[in-house]
């Protein structure tokens, strides 16, 4: 990602996390479907509306949950849980006669963008910063002046994040894992930074919406890292990510725009 004061331009990664993550619950669901075994119930079944695949209601709940409180830890169980879960909905189509390929694809569909990756990091609130009442030219000079200090690390990584992770799975060399956990680093020296800057007082909505944003951010990196060689934990840490980019987009341009309305005399 492209970082600083001057951000006309963030874009997000290309790369579409939900349709990976459509297509790998796809074939798990043939992959059941062939097999066909027994396996417990981890969702609720599925309501028949009208007679035909176009009445049945698919009652996918979320798998997991962006930026919880739960540990990394619950990354391990992402795999099995989504299994259980297509399993537990595909035996409640079948018993009912109801199991068509179309249906196990729509259920793969729309249980797949619920896989999100639970995730845990320190969440700044406005208490945790210093603040100041000055909100004069130079004090927001002062202001801009820190906060490139403190924003510095981001401009040691060149390449976009997910080009490198994408350079581990293309090549199974670990070195891009060991230049992903780097990345994060950069970032979590951002927040460190940052974080003792003082705000104006009217800036502090802002500066904290970075801080955290940046923090989830790192989390995610941190993690695809962790868990490279889980495809399941993958596709679940992809989506993750799509919504940590989308948080740097916004609470990096709604900084980039305080700071523009701020710093003309």
């Given at each position: 990602?492209?970082?600083?004061?001057?951000?006309?331009?963030?874009?997000?990664?290309?790369?579409?996390?939900?349709?990976?993550?459509?297509?790998?619950?796809?074939?798990?669901?043939?992959?059941?479907?062939?097999?066909?075994?027994?396996?417990?119930?981890a969702l609720a079944g599925v309501e028949q509306r009208e007679s035909g695949n176009a009445g049945v209601t698919l009652n996918a709940q979320?798998?997991?949950?962006?930026?919880?409180?739960?540990?990394?830890?619950?990354?391990?169980?992402?795999?099995?849980?989504?299994?259980?879960?297509?399993?537990?909905?595909?035996?409640?189509?079948?018993?009912?006669?109801?199991?068509?390929?179309?249906?196990?694809?729509?259920?793969?569909?729309?249980?797949?963008?619920?896989?999100?990756?639970?995730?845990?990091?320190?969440?700044?609130?406005?208490?945790?910063?210093?603040?100041?009442?000055?909100?004069?030219?130079?004090?927001?000079?002062?202001?801009?002046?820190?906060?490139?200090?403190?924003?510095?690390?981001?401009?040691?990584?060149?390449?976009?994040?997910?080009?490198?992770?994408?350079?581990?799975?293309?090549?199974?060399?670990?070195?891009?894992?060991?230049?992903?956990?780097?990345?994060?680093?950069?970032?979590?020296?951002?927040?460190?930074?940052?974080?003792?800057?003082?705000?104006?007082?009217?800036?502090?909505?802002?500066?904290?919406?970075?801080?955290?944003?940046?923090?989830?951010?790192?989390?995610?990196?941190?993690?695809?890292?962790?868990?490279?060689?889980?495809?399941?934990?993958?596709?679940?840490?992809?989506?993750?990510?799509?919504?940590?980019?989308?948080?740097?987009?916004?609470?990096?341009?709604?900084?980039?725009?305080?700071?523009?309305?701020?710093?003309?005399?």
């Amino acid at each position: 990602m492209e970082h600083g004061l001057s951000l006309s331009r963030i874009t997000p990664i290309s790369l579409s996390a939900a349709v990976c993550v459509v297509v790998l619950a796809i074939v798990i669901v043939s992959s059941i479907r062939e097999e066909s075994g027994s396996v417990p119930t981890a969702l609720a079944g599925v309501e028949q509306r009208e007679s035909g695949n176009a009445g049945v209601t698919l009652n996918a709940q979320p798998i997991g949950s962006p930026y919880g409180t739960s540990t990394s830890e619950d990354l391990s169980t992402i795999g099995p849980t989504l299994v259980a879960a297509l399993a537990s909905q595909y035996e409640s189509l079948k018993e009912q006669g109801l199991y068509t390929s179309a249906v196990g694809e729509a259920l793969a569909a729309q249980l797949a963008p619920t896989l999100k990756a639970p995730l845990f990091y320190k969440k700044f609130s406005l208490s945790d910063i210093p603040t100041t009442s000055d909100t004069s030219f130079a004090r927001m000079q002062t202001y801009q002046r820190d906060i490139q200090t403190a924003l510095a690390p981001l401009a040691k990584n060149t390449t976009p994040e997910i080009a490198i992770f994408s350079q581990y799975v293309q090549t199974n060399d670990a070195r891009y894992l060991d230049e992903v956990r780097r990345v994060a680093g950069y970032y979590q020296e951002a927040v460190a930074g940052a974080a003792l800057v003082t705000a104006p007082q009217d800036a502090s909505d802002e500066h904290v919406a970075i801080l955290n944003a940046m923090q989830a951010f790192s989390a995610v990196l941190e993690a695809l890292a962790e868990y490279a060689d889980d495809p399941i934990a993958v596709m679940a840490l992809l989506q993750t990510y799509n919504d940590a980019e989308g948080g740097m987009v916004v609470s990096f341009n709604a900084f980039a725009s305080y700071i523009a309305g701020h710093t003309k005399p």
